[in-house]
């Protein structure tokens, strides 16, 4: 069986496999299904935790898988709960079906698939009840929202509009931020649920953005300048886009943080800037995020720097990792960095982002026009002739159709929708973690 790794990107959730273990004695084996975690009226056994763990390990998820596996159980336990009050009922095709699209995208059978699973000790009940919570789960949210989740056609035709204008649309955004570092995430999912749900006004917004983000925005209400809405991260461009003025987006979680956006006011003919198709960026990382002596230190560097090439003398006689700078096309950059960085000019910084336990000292060197040391633009065609022989503009990307634009939207409004019902149940739910 190929290796699962490449699982972690495609799922949301998580499943199970370390190397089994000789026989357990007895007592140990019926500990095994005594209850780990009750939830609501369910149990969550210390087996199933175990074999979720597996299937974890075989994906690839670093970090405490223990936690993780009770994480991911509780929220299948809590999909699984829903599906019942809907009275949504999971038929055997269908988790044959399911069973067999996640095989598929390892260019496995489900036979294939389980066989190889069962290698590393996980049970094929353990994925079979995990592709049983995903389908019951797309019903449940199916059933309701798919009514709140209609898009109209100005969103087409807005999304449409703006996309062929490349970067000619900017907006006015104001922002709240949630800590989603492991210690926060569980108070930071249902509180931004509840305040996407409640949030109505800039008014409203910028009290709780005060009360409640992390942002150094904070004092200002969250409120942020013109941002051209090409810089902006893919996943949050598009919830934007199907805004009016006045409303905020269901939450997003960007790296470490769970962002809410009010829209205030959208541009869509502002003058069209040079095509920033790349960017460049530096991170020098401070050890001891949250302390005195990291912001301290940054604030050091801080005045000190004027320009990214300043800070390889910071660097000197540290360790190479302590400083990266690259350069990227923008959609490659990942989301939290870009969001920070759509904020900025040149040779700015910015002091928000957390990797493990280091603060980034994130520090803007410059957009350009392309990426640099691109290969050389393609000739004409041969027996082409006339003016600008041996060179080819490069054409326009093509505008998506009608009907893909509307399912993006509509999937991405879903998603949305579906992140905070299941934050709001957590957040309802009777939860023992024993």
């Known amino acids: 069986m190929r290796p699962l790794p490449f699982l972690l990107a495609l799922i949301a959730l998580a499943g199970l496999a370390v190397p089994a273990l000789g026989p357990a004695p007895a007592a140990a084996q019926a500990n095994l299904f005594t209850p780990r975690v009750i ?34 159980l509780i929220e299948d336990k809590l999909r699984l709960q829903a599906a019942a009050q809907f009275g949504v009922r999971v038929s055997e095709d269908q988790i044959q079906a399911g069973m067999a699209e996640f095989a598929s995208r390892a260019s496995l059978t489900t036979e294939q698939f389980l066989a190889g699973l069962a290698e590393r000790g996980v049970a094929a009940d353990t994925f079979r009840f995990f592709v049983e919570a995903g389908v019951a789960w797309r019903e449940v949210v199916r059933l309701r929202f798919a009514a709140r989740a ?148 940054a604030a050091r560097i801080r005045a000190r720097v004027d320009r990214c090439d300043d800070l390889y003398g910071i660097a000197r006689g540290l360790p190479e990792d302590r400083l990266l700078r690259e350069t990227r096309a923008q959609p490659e950059v990942p989301a939290d960095i870009a969001l920070e960085l759509a904020r900025l000019d040149d040779n700015e910084v910015s002091l928000a982002l957390v990797r493990g336990d280091a603060l980034v000292f994130l520090m803007l060197c410059g957009r350009t026009a392309a990426l640099p040391e691109a290969p050389a633009a393609a000739t004409a065609p041969a027996g082409a002739a006339g003016e600008g022989e041996g060179e080819q503009a490069a054409a326009p990307p093509p505008v998506p159709l009608r009907e893909e634009v509307r399912q993006r939207l509509v999937n991405q409004r879903l998603g949305a929708f579906a992140d905070g019902y299941l934050a709001e149940l957590r957040a309802d739910a009777h939860i023992v973690i024993r």
Do not use: C, K, M
């Open 39 to 72: 939830v609501n009226d369910g149990a969550i056994t210390h087996y199933e935790v175990t074999q979720r763990r597996r299937f974890i390990e075989v994906i690839g998820v670093a970090g405490d898988l223990d936690a993780q596996a009770v994480e991911l």
């Open 150 to 297: 209609a898009i109209t056609e100005a969103e087409v035709d807005r999304a449409l509009a703006l996309t062929s204008r490349r970067g000619a649309a900017r907006v006015l955004l104001s922002e709240l931020l949630l800590p989603a570092t492991e210690e926060y995430v569980a108070e930071s999912r249902p509180l931004a649920a509840r305040l996407a749900r409640s949030l109505r006004g800039e008014g409203a917004f910028a009290a709780a953005a005060r009360q409640y983000s992390v942002s150094a925005s904070r004092e200002q209400g969250g409120r942020l300048d013109w941002l051209p809405l090409s810089r902006i991260p893919a996943e949050v461009a598009t919830q934007i886009l199907a805004l009016a003025p006045g409303e905020v987006t269901q939450p997003i979680q960007v790296g470490n943080v769970i962002a809410l956006f009010l829209l205030r006011a959208i541009d869509e003919g502002a003058p069209v800037p040079p095509e920033s198709l790349a960017v460049e960026y530096a991170q020098f990382f401070i050890p001891g995020a949250g302390t005195p002596a990291a912001a301290a230190e």
